[in-house]
């Protein structure tokens, strides 16, 4: 591959071996949907908007790329779309939307949010909270009626 696409940089230091990924979050674990959550201060993040920076996609800036994705599945519209109208107030408000869904939030309150090496994470489990189920409901129901 490396003397076909001389840019490219491949991570073996990534651990992964399959398509699936034992070390990533179960992503649609909902801290809302956890009783031990229904205090928390979403619009704090987690070590991914402090280690990878904001998200940027067809619609606009986020607080973070997983912001991005969520509010696709959403449809709460909640892009900034120039990035000189990113503030913190933005990013605040965003999170405090995009995070209580985030099954990152979770996995990552317990050490306040920095990051945990990839090597300690647990193992992925298959974790769907109800908020993601009636997400996905919801917004396949208005995929199929925009048909
Ligand atoms: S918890 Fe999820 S949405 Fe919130 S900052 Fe982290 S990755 Fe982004």
Redesign the pocket.
């Known amino acids: 591959m490396r003397d076909n696409f001389k840019n490219v940089r491949i991570d073996y230091g990534s651990y992964k071996t399959d398509k699936v990924v034992e070390y990533f979050s179960p ?1 649609n674990d909902a ?1 809302i949907d956890d009783e031990n959550f229904k205090n928390a201060d ?1 619009s704090k ?5 402090s280690s990878c920076g904001v ?1 940027f996609n067809g619609k606009g800036y ?6 991005g994705g ?1 509010d696709r599945i959403t449809n709460q519209n909640m892009e900034v779309a120039s990035l000189k109208d990113l503030t913190n107030k933005a990013l605040k408000e ?2 405090n939307e ?2 209580k ?6 996995a ?1 309150e317990s050490n306040s ?1 920095d990051f945990i090496p990839r090597v300690e994470k647990e193992p992925f489990k298959n974790i769907m909270t109800n908020s993601w189920k009636r997400v996905y409901k919801q917004n396949f129901n208005i995929n199929k009626k925009d048909k």
Do not use: S
Request: aromatic share 24%; glycine share 14%; proline share 4%.
């Open positions: 992503f801290p979403f993040g987690c070590w991914v908007t998200g986020y607080a973070c790329a997983v912001a969520i965003q999170l995009f995070c869904l985030c099954g990152n939030f979770k990552y949010g």
